[in-house]
């Protein structure tokens, strides 16, 4: 069983949406944050963003969120849009399956960019390949890795390339940190 140990460091999984939990479990043991996704009024998406807002900054180590379909989109709308304090404690995200939501599009608009944190989109179609170029994200071009009772190799070896971009932006951001306050 492929686990968290597959992840430098232990991380608080964030959950948006409905992602598949059987393959939830096998990427990590820890339990995984749910926030429900909810946009069919300004009303909904405001309280998505405020519940989501909620998880990230009540995570006790760094997070790694995790999106499925719809809630992706859902996902880069809150990551582009939200204070860099919130964002900053996102050190990667996971977005499965991404695609158009119908009127939701409209809903979770916002400037293309890329995220600020290490991302993979895994799926097959041409949404997907579109938001991996737009989010700067590494695409696993295939179907979910869920499917079967073990993550296949060719999916461990991205998430592992994966993690290791994490821990070099750590690195960066620490040396960084350590040239701005210099040698006292």
Same mark, same amino acid.
């Given at each position: 069983m492929v686990g968290i140990a597959l992840l430098s460091q232990p991380l608080d999984l964030v959950v948006l949406g409905d992602a598949d939990r059987s393959f939830l479990s096998r990427l990590s043991p820890m339990p995984a944050r749910h926030i429900p996704l909810r946009a069919d009024t300004s009303a909904d998406r405001k309280l998505t963003a405020s519940h989501l807002d909620r998880a990230v900054l009540d995570a006790g180590r760094p997070v790694l969120l995790v999106a499925q379909g719809a809630a992706c989109l859902a996902a880069a709308?809150?990551?582009?849009?939200?204070?860099?304090?919130?964002?900053? $404690?996102?050190?990667?995200? &996971?977005?499965?399956?991404? #695609?158009?939501?119908? =009127? %939701? /599009?409209?809903?979770? !608009?916002?400037?293309?960019?890329?995220?600020?944190?290490?991302?993979?989109?895994?799926?097959?179609?041409?949404?997907?390949?579109?938001?991996?170029?737009?989010?700067?994200?590494?695409?696993?071009?295939?179907?979910?890795?869920?499917?079967?009772?073990?993550?296949?190799? $060719?999916?461990?070896?991205? &998430?592992?390339?994966?993690? #290791?971009?994490?821990? =070099? %932006? /750590?690195?960066?951001? !620490?040396?960084?940190?350590?040239?701005?306050i210099g040698d006292h």
């Open positions: 709308w809150w990551t582009r849009l939200s204070p860099q304090s919130y964002v900053s $404690r996102v050190t990667g995200a &996971l977005m499965l399956a991404p #695609r158009r939501a119908g =009127e %939701r /599009d409209a809903m979770f !608009a916002s400037p293309a960019s890329r995220l600020p944190f290490p991302s993979i989109v895994v799926g097959a179609d041409d949404a997907s390949q579109q938001w991996a170029v737009e989010w700067g994200s590494r695409l696993i071009d295939g179907p979910l890795p869920g499917v079967g009772p073990a993550l296949s190799n $060719r999916f461990q070896s991205i &998430l592992s390339h994966f993690t #290791r971009a994490i821990v =070099e %932006r /750590d690195i960066r951001t !620490a040396e960084r940190l350590m040239a701005a």
